[in-house]
T-cell receptor, first 114, second 114 residues
Framework: GPKVLQIPSHQIIDMGQMVTLNCDPV?????FYWYKQILGQQMEFLVN????????KSKLFKDQFSVERPDGSYFTLKIQPTALEDSAVYFC????????????FGAGTRLSVL | AQKVTQTQTSISVMEKTTVTMDCVYE???????LFWYKQTASGEIVFLIR??????ENATEGHYSLNFQKPKSSIGLIITATQIEDSAVYFC???????????FGLGTRVSVFP
């Protein structure tokens, strides 16, 4: 099926530092998403993004989080500053359209905040 | 609010048999979309099959099929002729017009033994 690429697969940083997670969505998709999965728990929605803007965000999407996709390059999630509770696997997803369309996920980036 | 419940935490089956997983959901929307994904040992999340609420016929895709019981708000996944590589965590997910992205269940771990 369609492939979403995420870089890096694992990132280790010190608490308080900034981190950027990169996602290369499926080429003809227009909607982009970030999800967070803490070990052993369900995936939880963070944010979705369309036409250069955040469309929806959950309460998990703290003020320290931001997303962008400058000039059709990577869709990024930036956390600044990071906190210990940000340690999780972050999954990027994309879809052609909105609510009725299937989301395709990347393999995730494991973020470890020390 | 949307909610997806998977009550089975783990299932073990012998290869080449059939496995059935349960999922019930809650939504206030009359139109919604149901999905099953699997998460492999490497962490990759793979889309398997979907059911649109307005379709009465159960969806099928290869050796995956769904048991959609709308009055019971239930969407079970059936895997026939299981293979070792079907061992994974299976997530049920739902999306409606009110939701922020997909709402996931906690997942069911399936182990297929030779």
């Amino acid at each position: 099926g369609p492939k979403v690429l995420q870089i890096p697969s694992h990132q280790i940083i010190d608490m308080g530092q900034m981190v950027t997670l990169n996602c290369d969505p499926v080429s003809n998709h227009l909607y982009f998403y970030w999800y967070k999965q803490i070990l052993g728990q369900q995936m939880e929605f963070l944010v979705n993004f369309y036409n250069g803007k955040v469309m929806e965000k959950s309460k998990l999407f703290k003020d320290q989080f931001s997303v962008e996709r400058p000039d059709g390059s990577y869709f990024t999630l930036k956390i600044q500053p990071t906190a210990l509770e940000d340690s999780a696997v972050y999954f990027c997803a994309s879809s052609i359209g909105h609510s009725q369309n299937t989301l395709y996920f990347g393999a995730g980036t494991r973020l470890s905040v020390l | 609010a949307q909610k997806v419940t998977q009550t089975q935490t783990s299932i073990s089956v012998m290869e080449k048999t059939t496995v059935t997983m349960d999922c019930v959901y809650e939504t206030r929307d009359s139109s919604y979309f149901l999905f099953w994904y699997k998460q492999t040992a490497s962490g990759e999340i793979v889309f398997l099959i979907r059911q649109d609420s307005y379709k009465k016929e159960n969806a099928t895709e290869g050796h995956y099929s769904l048991n959609f019981q709308k009055p019971k708000s239930s969407i079970g996944l059936i895997i026939t002729a299981t293979q070792i590589e079907d061992s994974a965590v299976y997530f049920c997910a739902m999306r409606d017009n009110y939701a922020q992205g997909l709402t996931f269940g906690l997942g069911t771990r399936v182990s297929v033994f030779p």
